[in-house]
């Protein structure tokens, strides 16, 4: 077990020198999994954190080990995973590993697949990560507070073997409404935020602190890899200067491919992977900018060349493309077809209302009702037991799940248990080969994916817009 270390240092950190080219910001501290069979800590307990940086004033929150976001944890594709996850808050929990294939009594959903983990008590999670990639962890038990205030963290199943890249860089974005003296501010569950965007806030955090500018040298090739930890805000990130190439969504490998319109999207719960050739000039600053919300963009940070010249041997002849992951090939032809109808939410409205105003005329939700209903059912809350499964596989097949949004609002719609392979939009095949646990939706859309059935157990599927969830935009369905 390692802390503080980054497991491959390559041939180009050996080339920088020295440590001589630091990230500006800080990282979360890492702890290196499996191997030794040590078990790993997890303490979920009242902190602080420097969100707004060292000289301003500290946040109260909730935290793993201390630390906004949680400690980096990072195992090796196929070695087991051992987590000993401490509750010291004053209120159960559980801790969700967000798109990792565990087993069902691994997937941390209290009432469904354990009990919750009562305050002072412990719960060991043990499993092992099929898959390398980028994945995340969270509580799922009051979720909009628990994730809200704090309690998110990665974690990075690393492949086999080092994939050829300069840097493996990690960029964490969290979103926060805090008040002036910058502490949390109260107000989850608004009603009026659960049928429009939900709870988006007015900070941007990467690695836990605003950002500062992103040190980088001229022709170095990274690994970028971006979650996006917030309760409800998308983001589409922009490199000025630079072509991003996706080549991982949601942890599961893609064909690389450039983003569309240049624009890197991150729905809640999405992680993407991007390969970036710094192909800027030495000395210069390149912003990256998130302009999703219309009339809203803003800076996240910008990309600070030093001064020395670009690296000799570029540019980098080595594809991008990484090692595809042991997912099961679903077989369309004989698969079980689903449909489910998200419903609900305030008519119309704009991009970002609750802050944009509102303009609908239906409020459901506002009386503490269900404000959303996945085909006319409403599931509120985090999980807990009883709850229905709105459909059985049947164990093996292949499930072909359509998604239609009805709703006038964006959704990011995500599978426990599954890396549905996304197969069209709107009717239109889907390219690239991308397998999402989270599928981003806008109104009206619908999308058909598709995965193999192959773990029994009750699976949860709902909006990651963590208001939706808890005020109805969820469901479960069974493995047989
Ligand atoms: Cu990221 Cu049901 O969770
Ligand atoms: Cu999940
Ligand atoms: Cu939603």
């Known amino acids: 077990m390692s802390i503080n270390s980054w497991p491959h240092a390559s041939r180009r950190d050996v ?110 999670y043990d499993f092992v990560a099929p898959d390398a990639g980028t994945y995340w962890y969270h509580p799922h038990a009051n979720s909009l507070q628990q994730i809200g205030r704090g309690l998110a963290g990665v974690l990075i199943v690393d492949e086999p073997e080092p994939v050829a890249v300069d840097r493996d860089v990690l960029w964490v974005l969290g979103d926060w409404r805090l008040t002036s003296d910058a502490q949390i501010a109260p107000g989850f569950g608004s009603s009026m935020e659960a049928v429009m965007s939900g709870r988006v806030g007015n900070t941007i955090t990467l690695n836990g602190t605003i950002p500062k500018d992103q040190l980088v040298r001229a022709g170095e090739r990274i690994r970028l890899r971006l979650v996006n930890t917030s309760l409800a805000r998308i983001m589409a990130l922009r490199f000025v200067g630079h072509r991003p190439m996706v080549i991982a969504i949601d942890g599961q490998p893609c064909d690389p491919h450039e983003a569309e319109d240049g624009r890197v999207i991150l729905g809640p719960a999405m992680r993407v992977d991007v390969g970036l050739d710094l192909e800027g000039e030495p000395g210069k600053r390149y912003a990256v900018v998130d302009d999703y919300y219309e009339g809203l963009s803003y800076t996240l940070t910008s990309l600070a060349y030093d001064e020395r010249p670009p690296l000799p041997d570029r540019p980098l002849d080595i594809p991008l493309a990484l090692p595809r992951n042991p997912l099961p090939e679903p077989d369309l032809a004989a698969a079980q077809r689903q449909e489910i109808l998200l419903q609900g939410g305030m008519m119309g409205g704009g991009a970002l209302a609750g802050i944009g105003g509102m303009g609908g005329m239906a409020t459901p939700g506002m009386n503490g009702e269900p404000a959303w209903a996945i085909n006319g059912m409403s599931m509120t809350g985090d999980g807990h037991a009883g709850m229905q499964p709105i459909f059985t596989l049947k164990r093996g097949q292949t499930c072909v799940l ?33 397998w999402q646990d989270t599928i981003l939706m806008a109104p009206k859309d619908t999308v058909e994916c598709a995965f193999v059935a192959d773990k029994p157990g009750d699976w949860m599927l709902h909006c990651h817009v963590t208001d939706h969830q808890m005020a109805g935009l969820m469901t479960v369905f069974r493995v047989d």
């Open 15 to 124: 080339l920088l020198g020295g440590g001589a080219l630091l990230l500006a910001t800080k990282l979360p501290p890492t702890v290196s999994l499996g191997g030794e069979t040590e078990a790993i800590r997890l303490r979920a307990a009242p902190a602080t954190a420097p969100l707004l940086g060292a000289d301003e004033p500290s946040t109260s929150v909730w935290a793993y080990n201390a630390s906004v976001p949680g400690p980096l944890l990072r195992v090796r594709q196929g070695e087991s995973a051992r987590l000993v996850v401490e509750n010291a808050l004053d209120q159960d929990t559980t801790v969700h590993w967000h798109g990792i294939r565990v087993p069902n009594a691994m997937d941390g959903v209290p009432g469904l697949t354990q009990p919750p983990i009562l305050p002072g008590e412990i719960f060991t």
């Open 402 to 434: 359509s998604m239609r949004n009805e709703t006038a609002w964006w959704h990011p719609m995500h599978i426990h248990g599954f890396s549905p392979l996304v197969v069209q939009r709107n009717g239109k095949p889907v390219p690239h080969r991308q």
